[in-house]
């Protein structure tokens, strides 16, 4: 028996579909239901998934209520402002929808986002990537034969077409943005992003069926917008999720992460997710919680 979410969003917008590169992976049955045969955004999950999320979601939140009037009371206390914040995210066959957290960061947070370009880390990568890439590729530097596939550019030069491929992903920069020690975030918001306190009310939006406990996590719309390719699309045919693969491989351990390894660990859950791996992924969690870097 499966749970359905049908998502309408992006159709006709000129955005990639994504139902054309979902047969391959078994959580995604277009015959499961009588609509999903002309509508490739309804995704099909184990009903065992959201029975699970429910109630996982439901205790922790009833357990957890003396912690949120605690959190509420000091984010109030250190400035003005709400106590709950929420952005547009993109999840489950880019179906956007409200996403909800503690407000851990300054109330015009967003509008200085643009300013601190320079400080994503992953922008720093996107960057290098540019400056390394030449017109040329390997075997016609070389000299051995020359390129079958060359392509003229906008200033009449000749580029390889891999080349100009590698280009146009360079300029495009990066999809994710990562800030470590965020000058935007206050001092309690440092604490609860820390131990991931901030994230708690997305057990919210695991009530109302947006998010799933474990999941690939839902994106900003400009991050989104950038992974809409085949490689990584298939992303979004996974639930949007509070925890997930990527954050239980690398968060916990303080270590690095390039932006093609989270893209490819997003992938890999969206291929092989069930209930067994999300609780595994559940207890791992825990101690991940506990992160050495601010991000």
């Not at 957890?64 to 000091?74: A, R």
């Not at 106590?83 to 851990?104: A, D, E, L, P, Q």
């Not at 057990?203 to 109302?208: D, K």
Request: aromatic fraction near 10%; include cysteine; hydrophobic fraction near 40%.
């Amino acid at each position: 028996m499966n749970a359905s979410i049908t998502n309408p969003m992006f159709q006709g917008t000129g955005k990639e579909r994504v139902g054309p590169h979902l047969n391959k992976f078994p959580s995604y049955n277009p015959a499961a239901a009588p609509e999903a045969a002309s509508n490739p955004y309804s995704l099909h999950f184990p009903i065992s998934k959201r029975i699970f999320d429910t109630l996982f979601a439901a205790f922790i939140l009833l357990c957890l209520s003396p912690l949120f009037l605690i959190v509420g009371l000091l984010i109030k206390l250190e400035s003005k402002g709400p106590i709950f914040y929420y952005s547009y995210r993109v999840g489950t066959g880019y179906r956007v929808f409200k996403f909800w957290k503690f407000r851990s960061m300054r109330q015009d947070a967003d509008q200085m986002l643009s300013s601190m370009k320079g400080l994503n880390q992953y922008q720093a990568e996107a960057e290098q990537e540019q400056v390394s890439v030449s017109a040329l590729c390997p075997q016609c530097l070389a000299g051995d034969t020359p390129c079958q596939a060359q392509l003229i550019d906008d200033k009449g030069q000749v580029i390889c077409e891999s080349q100009h491929q590698l280009l146009k992903k360079a300029q495009a920069g990066a999809a994710f943005v990562k800030i470590a020690n965020d000058p935007r975030v206050t001092f309690i918001g440092k604490i609860i992003r820390n131990t991931s306190i901030d994230e708690l009310p997305q057990l919210y939006n695991v009530l109302r069926g947006d998010m799933s406990i474990v999941g690939n996590r839902p994106l900003p719309l400009y991050e989104a917008e950038k992974i809409t390719t085949d490689q990584f699309a298939a992303r979004f045919i996974a639930p949007a999720g509070i925890t997930g693969l990527w954050q239980v491989t690398k968060r916990g351990k303080g270590g690095d992460m390039s932006e093609e390894e989270r893209k490819m660990l997003d992938v890999e859950y969206a291929k092989n997710y069930s209930l067994k791996k999300d609780i595994e992924i559940v207890l791992k969690t825990i101690p991940a919680l506990f992160q050495k870097e601010s991000v």
